[in-house]
T-cell receptor
Framework: GDSVTQMEGPVTLSEEAFLTINCTYT??????LFWYVQYPGEGLQLLLK?????DKGSNKGFEATYRKETTSFHLEKGSVQVSDSAVYFC???????????FGKGTKLTVNP | NAGVTQTPKFQVLKTGQSMTLQCAQD?????MSWYRQDPGMGLRLIHY???????DQGEVPNGYNVSRSTTEDFPLRLLSAAPSQTSVYFC??????????????FGPGTRLTVL
């Protein structure tokens, strides 16, 4: 079945550091790919998405590019802030279904 | 719009007790789902519904029951609580169908502890 693998955390960075959180997937066909963010004590929010190969999703300074050849969707941000501290989930959705398949999540802590 | 609401926020049960977690949305979404979140496991789909009167099982349905009598509400029932059901439960909703992705909106979660 479909699956998502993302780097284990936790990740601790200093403010203004560069962030990469790796995500790879296993799926048939051409799934849509997503990053969700969960701030402490809250539900998940969609951060960005890409629906086809080579698409780049971006939001709030975060970016991820859908790489079909490497089945990857790595999340990057050039300069993190303390307010970016959260748990980040990579997920996929197959066409024709609303069901999301999530990775295990990566906890990010940014220190001032 | 209130979005997706869940009640209660916290609940403690004893083994064997039953309870219902409530989920409601006011966005007229057809698709609703329940996930559980456990440390190191990410979110796993319990049950989902593509419209009133239609439900189906997800990845981890055992011990849970759902029904969808209205578009707005999608309650999750624990029939006989077990310690393994200690988790944080999230409800989500979205439009359904069509060629484009429909963003799923998540509720704030219910933290359940079974003793």
């Amino acid at each position: 079945g479909d699956s998502v693998t993302q780097m284990e955390g936790p990740v601790t960075l200093s403010e203004e550091a560069f962030l990469t959180i790796n995500c790879t997937y296993t799926a048939t066909g051409y799934p849509s790919l997503f990053w969700y963010v969960q701030y402490p004590g809250e539900g998940l929010q969609l951060l960005l998405k890409a629906t086809k190969a080579d698409d780049k999703g971006s939001n709030k300074g975060f970016e991820a590019t859908y790489r079909k050849e490497t089945t990857s969707f790595h999340l990057e941000k050039g300069s993190v802030q303390v307010s970016d501290s959260a748990v980040y989930f990579c997920a996929l959705r197959q066409g024709g279904s609303e069901k999301l398949v999530f990775g295990k999540g990566t906890k990010l802590t940014v220190n001032p | 719009n209130a979005g997706v609401t869940q009640t209660p926020k916290f609940q403690v049960l004893k083994t064997g007790q039953s309870m219902t977690l409530q989920c409601a949305q006011d966005m007229n979404h057809e698709y609703m789902s329940w996930y559980r979140q456990d440390p190191g496991m990410g979110l796993r789909l319990i049950h989902y519904s593509v419209g009133a009167g239609i439900t189906d099982q997800g990845e981890v349905p055992n011990g849970y029951n759902v029904s969808r009598s209205t578009t707005e509400d999608f309650p999750l029932r624990l029939l006989s609580a077990a310690p393994s059901q200690t988790s944080v439960y999230f409800c989500a909703s979205s439009w359904s169908g069509g060629p484009l992705y429909n963003e799923q909106f998540f509720g704030p979660g219910t933290r359940l502890t079974v003793l």
